[in-house]
């Protein structure tokens, strides 16, 4: 089946630095990525969603400077975390859409663990 | 907006039953489809069922079934037969999976 490959899994950074997240679709392009943020114990907030070769679509109260998102080819989306701070350590994940049983569904990256130190 | 809510923030199965986790979702879209999500503490979200607003009948999957009732617009999947391996967190969400619910922790018992 499809499968999004997302990197790093795992990741500590110090404040102040920026840290770049990313999601390869494998086997099929995405032409749309989902990105999300999950605090522990708690739902995925839709933070914005990328598009192959247009800007991306932030959410309300998404900070678009703080976190940079690139969708440059049908397989790549990246989410850069800029200037990091302790409150961003977060869970993220991406997704993109119709790529489950049937079309149904959105396959999604197995997360990467952000740590801000 | 949607809204999705799932009001049990966490349960428990013993080993071999069935059990079912609620949710309830507000839309104003005529057609939508619902689907349920599996998140095992390694933290990726396996797709697990979809069901369409439009569907005569209840979706299954293997274990996993879909009680689906249109009028009091509530989508509560039922796992049969539970296993260890299900134990993890299961989130509703609706269409374009902008909404997802708060979740229920399930945790099978031996």
């Not at chain 1, 678009?64 to 409150?87: G, R």
């Not at chain 2, 809204?3 to 428990?12: A, D, E, Y």
């Not at chain 2, 607003?53 to 879909?66: C, F, H, M």
């Amino acid at each position: 089946g499809a499968v999004v490959s997302q990197h790093p899994s795992r990741v500590i950074c110090k404040s102040g630095t920026s840290v770049k997240i990313e999601c390869r679709s494998l086997d099929f392009q995405a032409t749309t990525m989902f990105w999300y943020r999950q605090f522990p114990k708690q739902s995925l907030m839709l933070m914005a969603t990328s598009n192959e070769g247009s800007k991306a679509t932030y959410e309300q109260g998404v900070e678009k400077d703080k976190f940079l998102i690139n969708h440059a080819s049908l397989t790549l989306s990246t989410l850069t975390v800029t200037s990091a701070h302790p409150e961003d350590s977060s869970f993220y994940i991406c997704s993109a859409p119709g790529q489950g049983l049937y079309g149904y569904g959105y396959t999604f990256g197995s997360g990467t663990r952000l740590t801000v130190v | 907006a949607q809204k999705i809510t799932q009001t049990q923030p966490g349960m428990f199965v013993q080993e071999k039953e069935a059990v079912t986790l609620d949710c309830t979702y507000d839309t104003s879209d005529p057609s939508y489809g619902l689907f349920w999500y599996k998140q095992p503490s390694s933290g990726e979200m396996i797709f697990l069922i979809y069901q369409g607003s439009y569907d005569q009948q209840n979706a299954t999957e293997g274990r996993y079934s879909l009680n689906f009732q249109k009028a009091r617009k509530s989508a509560n999947l039922v796992i049969s037969a539970s296993q260890l391996g299900d134990s993890a967190m299961y989130f509703c969400s609706t269409g374009n999976q902008f909404y997802f619910g708060t979740g229920t922790s399930l945790t099978v018992i031996p």
